[in-house]
């Protein structure tokens, strides 16, 4: 097959790689033509900014920012903003399919994006950041909007960069719209409940899935990869239901506590120093080693690629649930089903996120907001039909969970494209 814009010359391990591998299996189990499978593989639309900073001191930085949108057939774009070193539109590109199938697998009436800018946010003030938001934002105008791009959390970006976008957009429209962007402050607009939804979601998924094998929440040992907004909360969450959390870990390192973390106590020495290093409750720990660990649940919630040939072949976990997007490369996810371990994947197990983004974004259009009690039943009831049916193609086809997952978000943006007549 040939993809017009973008690479196919991507290195193995790349995201960009890993997204094309899955969608061709999806595309040979569901029996689709290679014209169906190049469109579904092809961004619709990409955008490259320049953006210049003015930094505190006076001197100037120029920045590259991408934004993407994979596929706008069940609606609009719909995915995060990313700030990280390593951002590129391979990435980028990975990322914004990933979301299409996402939001197909949860019923969502959006079609799939992402955004990103080449930052490493830690080297920069609150005010050069805000500078860097709006720019960015100034420039991706003509293609964001509520009903065309919808922007969210990711990496390195937060509730305020949010906050940051939609005001740079109303501000430009000359009135205030929220529906812009989800994640934000609950004071403008944002939703209760979104700020930990994807970690609830991440639990949900998991309890599912081990109870399909008989197995109880706190029955099972879990090391977390990734202390951000996505792994700290998960943390929480496992603790809260019963589960012993045994290591978690951030960019920096990790720490370890076979007996199970004192979470609060964790908690509170992030708040404190902002790493989980150092934490006197455990020792130390680094992230290739905690993805070898000893326990039941292995929840990667950091960065694509983690879990290589070579690191699949050292996991002892029993259940894979991704947290992060991409954590598991096609070379990877072949060794942990060689190996008889169950991947919940990140397109079914992280979706809580942008589940109640939808739910946030309902809410502004309808300026009329939901208790949290209706958005956690919501994000519950949601979470566990979409594993219901994921976990039931898998049975009746005798497929991997990440199989059914993306057969039955491809064939949903496929009916789409057919139904609209886009395609044939
Ligand atoms: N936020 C959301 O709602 C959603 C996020 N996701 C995905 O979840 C993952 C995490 O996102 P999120 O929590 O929002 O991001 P954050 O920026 O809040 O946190 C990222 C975490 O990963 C750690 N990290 C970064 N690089 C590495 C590395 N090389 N090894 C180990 N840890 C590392 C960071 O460490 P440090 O704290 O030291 O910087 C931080 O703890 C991403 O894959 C994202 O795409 C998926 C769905 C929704
Ligand atoms: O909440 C959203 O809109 C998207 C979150 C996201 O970027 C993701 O699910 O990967």
């Given at each position: 097959?040939?993809?017009?814009?973008?690479?196919?010359?991507?290195?193995?391990?790349?995201?960009?790689?890993?997204?094309?591998?899955?969608?061709?299996?999806?595309?040979?189990?569901?029996?689709?033509?290679?014209?169906?499978?190049?469109?579904?593989?092809?961004?619709?639309?990409?955008?490259?900014?320049?953006?210049?900073?003015?930094?505190?001191?006076?001197?100037?930085?120029?920045?590259?920012?991408?934004?993407?949108?994979?596929?706008?057939?069940?609606?609009?774009?719909?995915?995060?903003?990313?700030?990280?070193?390593?951002?590129?539109?391979?990435?980028?590109?990975?990322?914004?399919?990933?979301?299409?199938?996402?939001?197909?697998?949860?019923?969502?009436?959006?079609?799939?994006?992402?955004?990103?800018?080449?930052?490493?946010?830690?080297?920069?003030?609150?005010?050069?950041?805000?500078?860097?938001?709006?720019?960015?934002?100034?420039?991706?105008?003509?293609?964001?909007?509520?009903?065309?791009?919808?922007?969210?959390?990711?990496?390195?970006?937060?509730?305020?960069?949010?906050?940051?976008?939609?005001?740079?957009?109303?501000?430009?429209?000359?009135?205030?719209?929220?529906?812009?962007?989800?994640?934000?402050?609950?004071?403008?607009?944002?939703?209760?409940g979104r700020a930990t939804a994807t970690s609830r979601g991440v639990v949900h998924a998991a309890r599912a899935a081990l109870a399909?094998?008989?197995?109880?929440?706190?029955?099972?040992?879990?090391?977390?990869?990734?202390?951000?907004?996505?792994?700290?909360?998960?943390?929480?969450?496992?603790?809260?239901?019963?589960?012993?959390?045994?290591?978690?870990?951030?960019?920096?390192?990790?720490?370890?506590?076979?007996?199970?973390?004192?979470?609060?106590?964790?908690?509170?020495?992030?708040?404190?120093?902002?790493?989980?290093?150092?934490?006197?409750?455990?020792?130390?720990?680094?992230?290739?080693?905690?993805?070898?660990?000893?326990?039941?649940?292995?929840?990667?919630?950091?960065?694509?690629?983690?879990?290589?040939?070579?690191?699949?072949?050292?996991?002892?976990?029993?259940?894979?649930?991704?947290?992060?997007?991409?954590?598991?490369?096609?070379?990877?996810?072949?060794?942990?089903?060689?190996?008889?371990?169950?991947?919940?994947?990140?397109?079914?197990?992280?979706?809580?996120?942008?589940?109640?983004?939808?739910?946030?974004?309902?809410?502004?259009?309808?300026?009329?907001?939901?208790?949290?009690?209706?958005?956690?039943?919501?994000?519950?009831?949601?979470?566990?039909?979409?594993?219901?049916?994921?976990?039931?193609?898998?049975?009746?086809?005798?497929?991997?969970?990440?199989?059914?997952?993306?057969?039955?978000?491809?064939?949903?943006?496929?009916?789409?494209?057919?139904?609209?007549?886009?395609?044939?």
């Amino acid at each position: 097959m040939t993809v017009t814009g973008s690479s196919t010359t991507t290195a193995a391990r790349s995201p960009l790689a890993t997204a094309h591998a899955q969608l061709s299996s999806a595309i040979e189990i569901l029996g689709y033509d290679e014209g169906l499978h190049a469109m579904l593989a092809t961004p619709r639309r990409e955008i490259t900014v320049a953006i210049p900073l003015r930094r505190d001191d006076g001197s100037t930085e120029l920045f590259t920012g991408y934004r993407v949108q994979h596929n706008i057939s069940r609606g609009p774009g719909k995915g995060g903003l990313r700030f990280a070193p390593g951002v590129d539109p391979d990435e980028v590109r990975a990322l914004a399919m990933w979301m299409t199938w996402k939001c197909a697998i949860v019923d969502l009436p959006y079609g799939g994006a992402k955004g990103g800018v080449t930052i490493d946010p830690r080297h920069y003030s609150a005010a050069e950041l805000e500078r860097v938001t709006r720019r960015y934002t100034s420039e991706i105008m003509p293609m964001i909007g509520p009903e065309r791009d919808i922007m969210a959390p990711d990496i390195g970006t937060d509730e305020q960069t949010m906050a940051w976008v939609m005001d740079t957009y109303s501000v430009n429209k000359g009135y205030t719209i929220p529906a812009v962007t989800t994640g934000k402050p609950v004071a403008m607009g944002g939703s209760l409940g979104r700020a930990t939804a994807t970690s609830r979601g991440v639990v949900h998924a998991a309890r599912a899935a081990l109870a399909d094998a008989g197995v109880d929440l706190r029955d099972v040992r879990v090391a977390v990869q990734g202390f951000g907004k996505v792994g700290s909360h998960a943390t929480r969450f496992f603790a809260e239901a019963g589960a012993r959390v045994v290591a978690v870990s951030d960019q920096y390192g990790g720490v370890q506590a076979p007996d199970g973390l004192d979470v609060p106590a964790l908690l509170a020495h992030v708040a404190a120093t902002g790493t989980v290093v150092g934490f006197g409750g455990g020792d130390p720990i680094d992230n290739t080693a905690l993805l070898a660990l000893d326990v039941d649940v292995l929840v990667p919630a950091a960065v694509e690629g983690v879990l290589d040939e070579e690191t699949a072949a050292t996991v002892k976990a029993r259940w894979v649930v991704e947290g992060a997007n991409g954590p598991t490369t096609e070379a990877g996810d072949q060794v942990l089903a060689d190996r008889g371990i169950v991947v919940v994947p990140d397109i079914l197990a992280n979706a809580g996120g942008v589940v109640v983004s939808y739910f946030e974004w309902v809410q502004a259009n309808q300026a009329y907001w939901w208790t949290e009690p209706e958005i956690e039943e919501r994000l519950e009831q949601r979470m566990l039909a979409s594993y219901a049916n994921v976990a039931h193609v898998s049975r009746a086809e005798g497929l991997s969970l990440r199989d059914a997952a993306l057969t039955i978000g491809v064939k949903r943006v496929a009916e789409a494209h057919q139904i609209r007549g886009l395609y044939p």
